[in-house]
């Protein structure tokens, strides 16, 4: 384990220590991620939310906002947002839960229900404290000005132990790509999730708890592009 680990912020935040903040909801609207800065790359890698929302990542306004900020940032050192997923209906993250549970659950037979429960939220988020779901959460990653993949250590979605934000056996520039996503997004007042280097939230359940709140701004939204063109 490197020094900079073993710093409280570094950590994973556990299952029980989200669930312990409260699900508040401030009413914000849903926008398009590219709302304040139509340079930022918006462009899913999966194809489960177009039966919701289309072609296009939805947040909240305050998302937009903060990423527009982060955009500009990293435009100085010659570096583009990508963004590969906003919004998720919580009809597919329960998709998503379920399906890591049961194989979980083949592994570890003698598991409680309650065990399983925070073993799975360690790869896909329990759907009661899931960010995606609260329009409040994003994965995303950096590229050059003109779109080019940058060096991060992994993909986005690897299933390897190197997506963790401060796995070992990364190299210097890999370190470097993530540390300068991290700085930028924090600065806008984002949670990192340090077991994903691509995930990133404001406003959840999350990041109420990595920064101490009360009471999450965002609860999960029954969202879809029909109540947009409304």
């Not at 590969?84 to 979980?104: D, E, M, N, T």
Request: hydrophobic letters at 40%; charged letters at 25%; a negative charge.
């Amino acid at each position: 384990m490197t020094a900079s680990n073993t710093r409280p912020e570094n950590r994973i935040l556990a299952y029980d220590e989200i669930l312990s903040k409260p699900a508040g909801e401030n009413g914000e609207k849903m926008v398009d991620v590219r709302m304040y800065d139509p340079t930022i790359l918006a462009e899913y890698e999966q194809l489960d939310m177009i039966a919701y929302t289309g072609d296009v990542i939805f947040v909240r306004d305050s998302i937009a906002h903060k990423l527009a900020d982060a955009s500009l940032d990293l435009a100085h050192q010659n570096l583009r947002l990508r963004v590969v997923y906003g919004y998720r209906h919580p009809k597919v993250q329960i998709l998503y839960f379920s399906k890591r549970r049961a194989i979980l659950k083949e592994s570890y037979p003698l598991a409680s229900d309650d065990e399983l429960d925070a073993l799975t939220h360690n790869f896909t988020a329990m759907p009661k404290v899931a960010g995606h779901p609260t329009g409040g959460a994003i994965d995303c990653t950096l590229t050059t000005m003109k779109g080019a993949p940058i060096d991060m250590g992994t993909q986005i979605d690897f299933n390897d132990a190197r997506i963790q934000t401060f796995s070992e056996g990364l190299s210097e520039t890999q370190i470097k790509n993530r540390q300068i996503l991290r700085d930028s997004l924090i600065l806008q007042g984002f949670a990192p999730f340090n077991g994903e280097w691509w995930h990133f939230s404001y406003g959840d359940r999350e990041w109420a708890c990595f920064y101490n709140k009360p009471i999450s701004l965002y609860s999960a939204l029954d969202f879809n592009t029909t109540e947009v063109a409304g």
